[in-house]
C-alpha cells in the first residue's frame, strides 16, 4: 500500500499545509508491529491485523481499530512471450509450492517455472499464501517452495518478470504495467477464467481479491479522523482508481 499511501499524503499535503503526513513503507507487518508500539497514528494494511497482533497490542493498551479504504485484486504475472494464459487456484498452489515445476505440466513449453514472491513480512504475501497456496484451509500447513526468490518490493517482482521468461509472481492490482502479461484464474477446474479488473473485482468473479485497509490506535479523533474521511471521501478514492486499484465507491 505505500505508493497508495504516499499519493494520498501528497495530494492531502496540498490542500492542508498545516498537517505533516509521515509515510514509511517496509510491509503490513511493519506497520501494525509499529501500531502495536505505539510509534504510529496509522497502519497501513493490505491483509487483516492477526490475533496475535491484536492481543499484543491490548497488552500494550492499544486498541486497533479497522478502516477498509480500498479493495484490490491479486494479478498473475508472466512474461509477455509465455503462451500459458490462464492456471486455476489449485494449479496456482501447486505451482508456488513446488509440486508443479516445468511449465508443460500446464500447457505451456518445456521449461522451467522460476517463482517470485513478495517476503514474507508484505501482507500480500500472507494474502496469498493463505488463499491461494493453502487454498483459504486454516488447517493447511503448506508453504512456498523452498526455491521461490523473494523480493523486496512489489516493482522488483513487475522487474524480474519483464526479464525472465520462465518467471511467474504475482502483485496488487495497480503495480501491473503493460510489458507484463495477466493470466486469467479459475477458481477450480471447469469454472470460469477471469481476469483482474476494478469491475471483475467488484462483482466478486475475480477469484484473488482482498479488501486494503488503515488501523488507528483507537477510534481516530481530530485531524486522524478529518484525513481518514478524506480518504474514503470522492478524492481520496479518486485517487485509488488513478493508480489502478478498487474504488470504494
Known sequence: MVNLALAWAEAYGRLHPEVQIAVTGGGSGTGIAA??????????????????????????????????????AIAIVVHPSNPV????????????????????QVGGEDRPVVLLSRESNSGTHVFFLEEVVRQGRKDDKTLFSPDT???PSSEGISAEVRQNPNAIGYDGLGYVTPDQKVLAVASAEGQPYVLPTVETVKDGSYPIARELYIYTAGEPQGAIREYLDWIVGPEGQAIVRELGFVPLH
Open 35 to 72: 501500531l502495536i508500539n505505539g510509534t504510529v497514528d496509522m497502519a497501513n494494511a493490505s491483509r487483516p491485523i492477526k490475533a496475535e497482533e491484536r492481543a499484543q497490542a491490548e497488552a500494550n493498551g492499544i486498541v486497533p481499530v479497522e478502516h477498509v479504504v480500498a479493495g484490490d
Open 149 to 151: 526468490l523473494l523480493m
Open 85 to 104: 494464459d490462464g492456471l486455476t487456484i489449485p494449479q496456482l498452489a501447486a505451482i508456488f509450492s513446488g509440486k508443479i515445476t516445468n511449465w508443460r
